[in-house]
């Protein structure tokens, strides 16, 4: 444990290390600690001092020395035994898919990252793995999947929940291990290989029914906020979760109004109730602009580390759609004074809507910016035009710097892995990641899942299943919510606006700030709203790209590209060592 490297630990596990150390010094400082005043306290104070005992003959043994040698024995703690390692030679393993729900607001993302405070989803599925034996590396303290064939489809960032997340890892399985060949002495005294034989008397060993409940074993151990809904025995040839994945689906939610509104009387246009509520007609015809193959390099975020240069992607849909049953209704919004013209009467609100997009692959950050564009075009501060605009970058080849949308209501919903057989060829599979070929994006899903639930029922509804460990989150957090509404409705309904207590005098006006509604809990303070298109432009990715390369010693983002192993490169540069192959692609 002296030559551990901190460094690669997990945040959870180097607390844990600190408790460790902790428990370690416990015993020290007791027996570092004087007990004289203890045994001061004992004793009355005009009790004489007990005699010092004669020398005893050799073989016989005090009272004073058999007390000593009790205490001694009672203060010494058992050392906690070590885990035992398991065995890999005893037991087969195969690749699986797990499907993953997680809500992130509370992780610094997916991904497991290095010396970050706040823990990761990746980090605490380690953590199980490892606990549950399923894989077994050789620091388990060292978050490293490499030797596993693990392989993930998405990479959500921090505060983003995912409720179909797939992973894919080769772990311990309860398949037999096949039989052990035999020796035999054959003639000339050559010794030959006899397979052993099989036991005619088992029944055939079932690769679900018979295997290790991969769900249940992990969920004993994610923290209640992560959960594995399903695994998937079976998997095509050549498998991997971020390449085989076809398709992926993004949905963000919002409510409407967006923020609190404000009563007409307190309207400076006289529009009744029109701040804070969202145009939702004007935000779907936005959305539908977004379908198609498009160079998304104005709605991304741009990462020299990455050096991409070709930022074209397809979006198979786009769309605004109403949640149904929310059960969030603040009757005050349904007031005419609150509510604008051109609502329904008798409706009920907040009501609450999602952005719905699937398409191939995303850039980083693209679903919050496009999110955010149409949050400017429901407040009326933008046309739904403005799309166009931006996804035009011969005329915009400068991305506008606006705030994207904030990342809680956003959740990776699903992840399609289609069958590629002789309806859906090698051919199709290209032309469905090629922005520039027509592919079919009806896309199914093929993979055979193993639902939990569909093993045994009452692992997914019995005392201890998934929906009871659900439900447990979920009642608390509808208490939270259900408390605030109460609350909130009554406060907006108990004044009488239309008594003015005060005395007589200039109309009250709001602010004349903007107030520009971003995704969070509420709008924010903006001055005198800025359109788009005109606000600060940021670099090119070219040049991000360019200047990135030439602060890791290239000469340029080109010279980099030719480069063989680029990144190793970089990493070997940064610890003083040398790169395997660096040599320039001619």
């Not at 999947?145 to 998405?154: D, L, Q, T, V």
């Not at 079976?234 to 979760?241: E, I, K, N, V």
């Not at 051919?427 to 520039?436: F, N, S, T, Y």
């Not at 971003?518 to 005109?534: D, F, I, M, R, S």
């Amino acid at each position: 444990m002296a030559d551990a490297n901190y460094q690669d630990w997990s945040r959870d596990r180097l607390l844990e290390r600190v408790k460790e150390l902790e428990q370690q010094l416990k015993p020290q400082k007791k027996q570092q600690q004087p007990n004289t005043k203890q045994q001061q306290k004992q004793q009355p104070l005009n009790k004489p001092k007990p005699k010092t005992p004669s020398p005893a003959a050799p073989g016989t043994t005090t009272t004073t020395t058999t007390t000593t040698t009790t205490t001694k024995e009672t203060t010494k703690e058992k050392k906690p035994k070590k885990p035992s390692k398991l065995d890999p030679s005893k037991y087969s393993t195969r690749l699986v898919a797990l499907k993953l729900a997680y809500l992130g607001k509370r992780y610094g993302g997916f991904e497991y990252q290095t010396g970050v405070a706040v823990p990761t989803v990746e980090e605490a599925l380690w953590r199980a793995l490892v606990k549950s034996c399923l894989i077994w590396p050789d620091n388990p303290d060292k978050v490293d999947f490499a030797p596993w064939e693990y392989s993930k489809c998405g990479r959500t960032d921090r505060g983003v929940s995912a409720f179909g997340q797939v992973v894919g890892v080769r772990v311990r399985s309860n398949r037999p291990l096949p039989p052990v060949e035999k020796e035999s002495q054959g003639e000339g005294g050559d010794v030959e290989m006899v397979e052993g034989g099989e036991d005619d008397g088992k029944p055939a060993w079932d690769p679900v029914a018979d295997e290790i409940n991969y769900p249940r074993v992990l969920n004993r151990l994610l923290p209640p906020d992560i959960r594995v809904l399903a695994w998937a025995p079976t998997l095509p040839a050549d498998f991997s979760a971020r390449f085989s994945c076809w398709e992926r689906q993004y949905r963000y939610f919002f409510t409407q109004p967006a923020f609190a509104p404000l009563p007409a009387m307190l309207d400076a246009e006289s529009k009744k109730g029109k701040e804070g509520w969202l145009d939702i007609d004007a935000m779907r015809e936005a959305a539908k602009l977004f379908e198609g193959v498009h160079d998304f390099r104005n709605f991304c975020k741009i990462d020299g580390a990455k050096q991409i240069t070709n930022f074209k992607r397809r979006v198979f849909e786009a769309d605004v759609v109403e949640v149904e049953d929310t059960g969030s209704a603040l009757p005050y919004l349904g007031q005419e004074d609150f509510r604008p013209e051109g609502l329904k009467e008798g409706s009920t609100y907040p009501k609450v809507y999602y952005l719905h997009v699937r398409g191939s692959a995303f850039l980083w950050h693209q679903i919050r910016h496009m999110v955010a564009i149409l949050f400017l075009v429901g407040q009326g501060l933008e046309k739904p035009s403005v799309v166009t605009e931006l996804l035009d970058v011969e005329k915009h080849p400068r991305k506008p710097n606006y705030t994207m949308a904030e990342e809680v209501p956003l959740v990776l919903w699903d992840c399609i892995f289609p069958r590629v057989d002789e309806t859906m060829s090698k051919k199709a599979a290209l032309e469905v990641h090629d922005p520039e070929a027509g592919a079919n994006t009806a896309l199914r899903d093929a993979i055979d899942w193993v639902w939990l639930g569909e093993d045994k029922p009452l692992h997914l509804h019995g005392p201890s299943g998934m929906v009871d460990q659900l439900w447990e989150g979920w009642r608390e957090r509808k208490m939270d919510e259900l408390l605030a509404n109460r609350l909130l409705d009554a406060v907006a309904r108990k004044a009488d606006l239309s008594r003015m207590l005060a005395e007589p005098g200039a109309p009250e006006k709001p602010s004349s700030s903007q107030r520009v509604y971003e995704g969070g809990n509420t709008a924010k303070a903006a001055g005198t709203y800025v359109p788009v298109v005109k606000k600060h432009l940021l670099a090119t990715p070219e040049e991000v790209n360019e200047k990135w390369a030439q602060s890791k010693g290239f000469a340029s983002a080109e010279e980099l590209a030719k480069t063989k192993n680029w990144r190793s490169v970089i990493k070997a540069n940064k610890s003083g060592g040398s790169a395997v192959d660096s040599s320039v692609d001619e």
